[in-house]
């Protein structure tokens, strides 16, 4: 891999339309004043930053469950997955990513298997960091059952200034792990609710790489790890 590489990232295709809209107020700018013209250039670069869709490496290893977002872990918790997936009203310990507005926002599928579910909800626009956030935002959920026949949730929850969910898949789909499924714009959050018995690999405050970084082993027995920072 070369530096160039490394510096300059795609661009998802949902993002060309706001590149554009950047580019005409960067004209403006500059014809209303020139020194203007370097704050919209700025705007531009950062929206297709915002909207940039690196390739990843996944672990594909039967039983791992990857991050489905770039981000940092903000919760880890017992709770009960939205309705409207066809899963049992019991808690399962949900695994929360918040992602800023400087974290890459294209989203991708925990786990190999078949969309059973998909359950949009209309909703508020609350700090995606908050937990009320998980009940009281927008959102969408997708419930994948594995070759195993457990199934886990996904959901994508809008933030303070996301104002469009996209997700990419219908039920009945197959997704392999590390594949896109959705994308959420400008500032957000997204849960995953491990299925029952296992426990989360990670910790609080973890750096999150989307279809990369391992959540969660299925065949691993190992309890929830401790941490620390410092």
């Not at 940092?72 to 409207?84: D, K, L, R, T």
């Not at 009203?89 to 929360?96: D, F, G, I, W």
């Not at 499924?181 to 997204?190: A, D, M």
Request: proline share 7%; charged share 20%; glycine share 10%.
């Amino acid at each position: 891999m070369n530096m160039r590489d490394v510096v300059i990232k795609p661009m998802h295709r949902e993002g060309i339309r706001f590149v554009g809209i950047s580019a005409v107020i960067t004209v403006v700018l500059a014809w209303l004043w020139a020194p203007l013209g370097w704050v919209g250039i700025a705007l531009m670069v950062w929206v297709y930053y915002f909207f940039r869709d690196p390739k990843r490496t996944t672990p594909t290893r039967e039983g791992l469950i990857v991050s489905p977002a770039d981000g940092v872990i903000s919760q880890i918790e017992p709770a009960v997955p939205p309705g409207g997936l066809g899963m049992e009203e019991r808690p399962l310990t949900r695994v929360s990513v918040f992602m800023s507005v400087f974290d890459c926002h294209v989203n991708r599928a925990p786990v190999a298997g078949e969309v059973v579910a998909v359950a949009y909800r209309p909703g508020r626009f609350l700090n995606a960091s908050l937990d009320k956030a998980s009940e009281e935002n927008e959102r969408n959920a997708l419930a994948i059952r594995m070759a195993d026949g457990r199934t886990l949730a996904v959901v994508q929850i809008a933030g303070l200034v996301a104002r469009r969910i996209v997700c990419f898949v219908k039920q009945g789909q197959a997704l392999q792990a590390g594949e896109r499924f959705g994308l959420i714009r400008f500032g957000s959050r997204l849960d995953l609710y491990l299925p029952e018995g296992v426990a989360p690999l990670v910790c609080p405050g973890q750096t999150m790489v989307a279809g990369e970084t391992v959540i969660a082993d299925l065949h691993s027995g190992e309890p929830r790890r401790p941490c620390r920072s410092d």
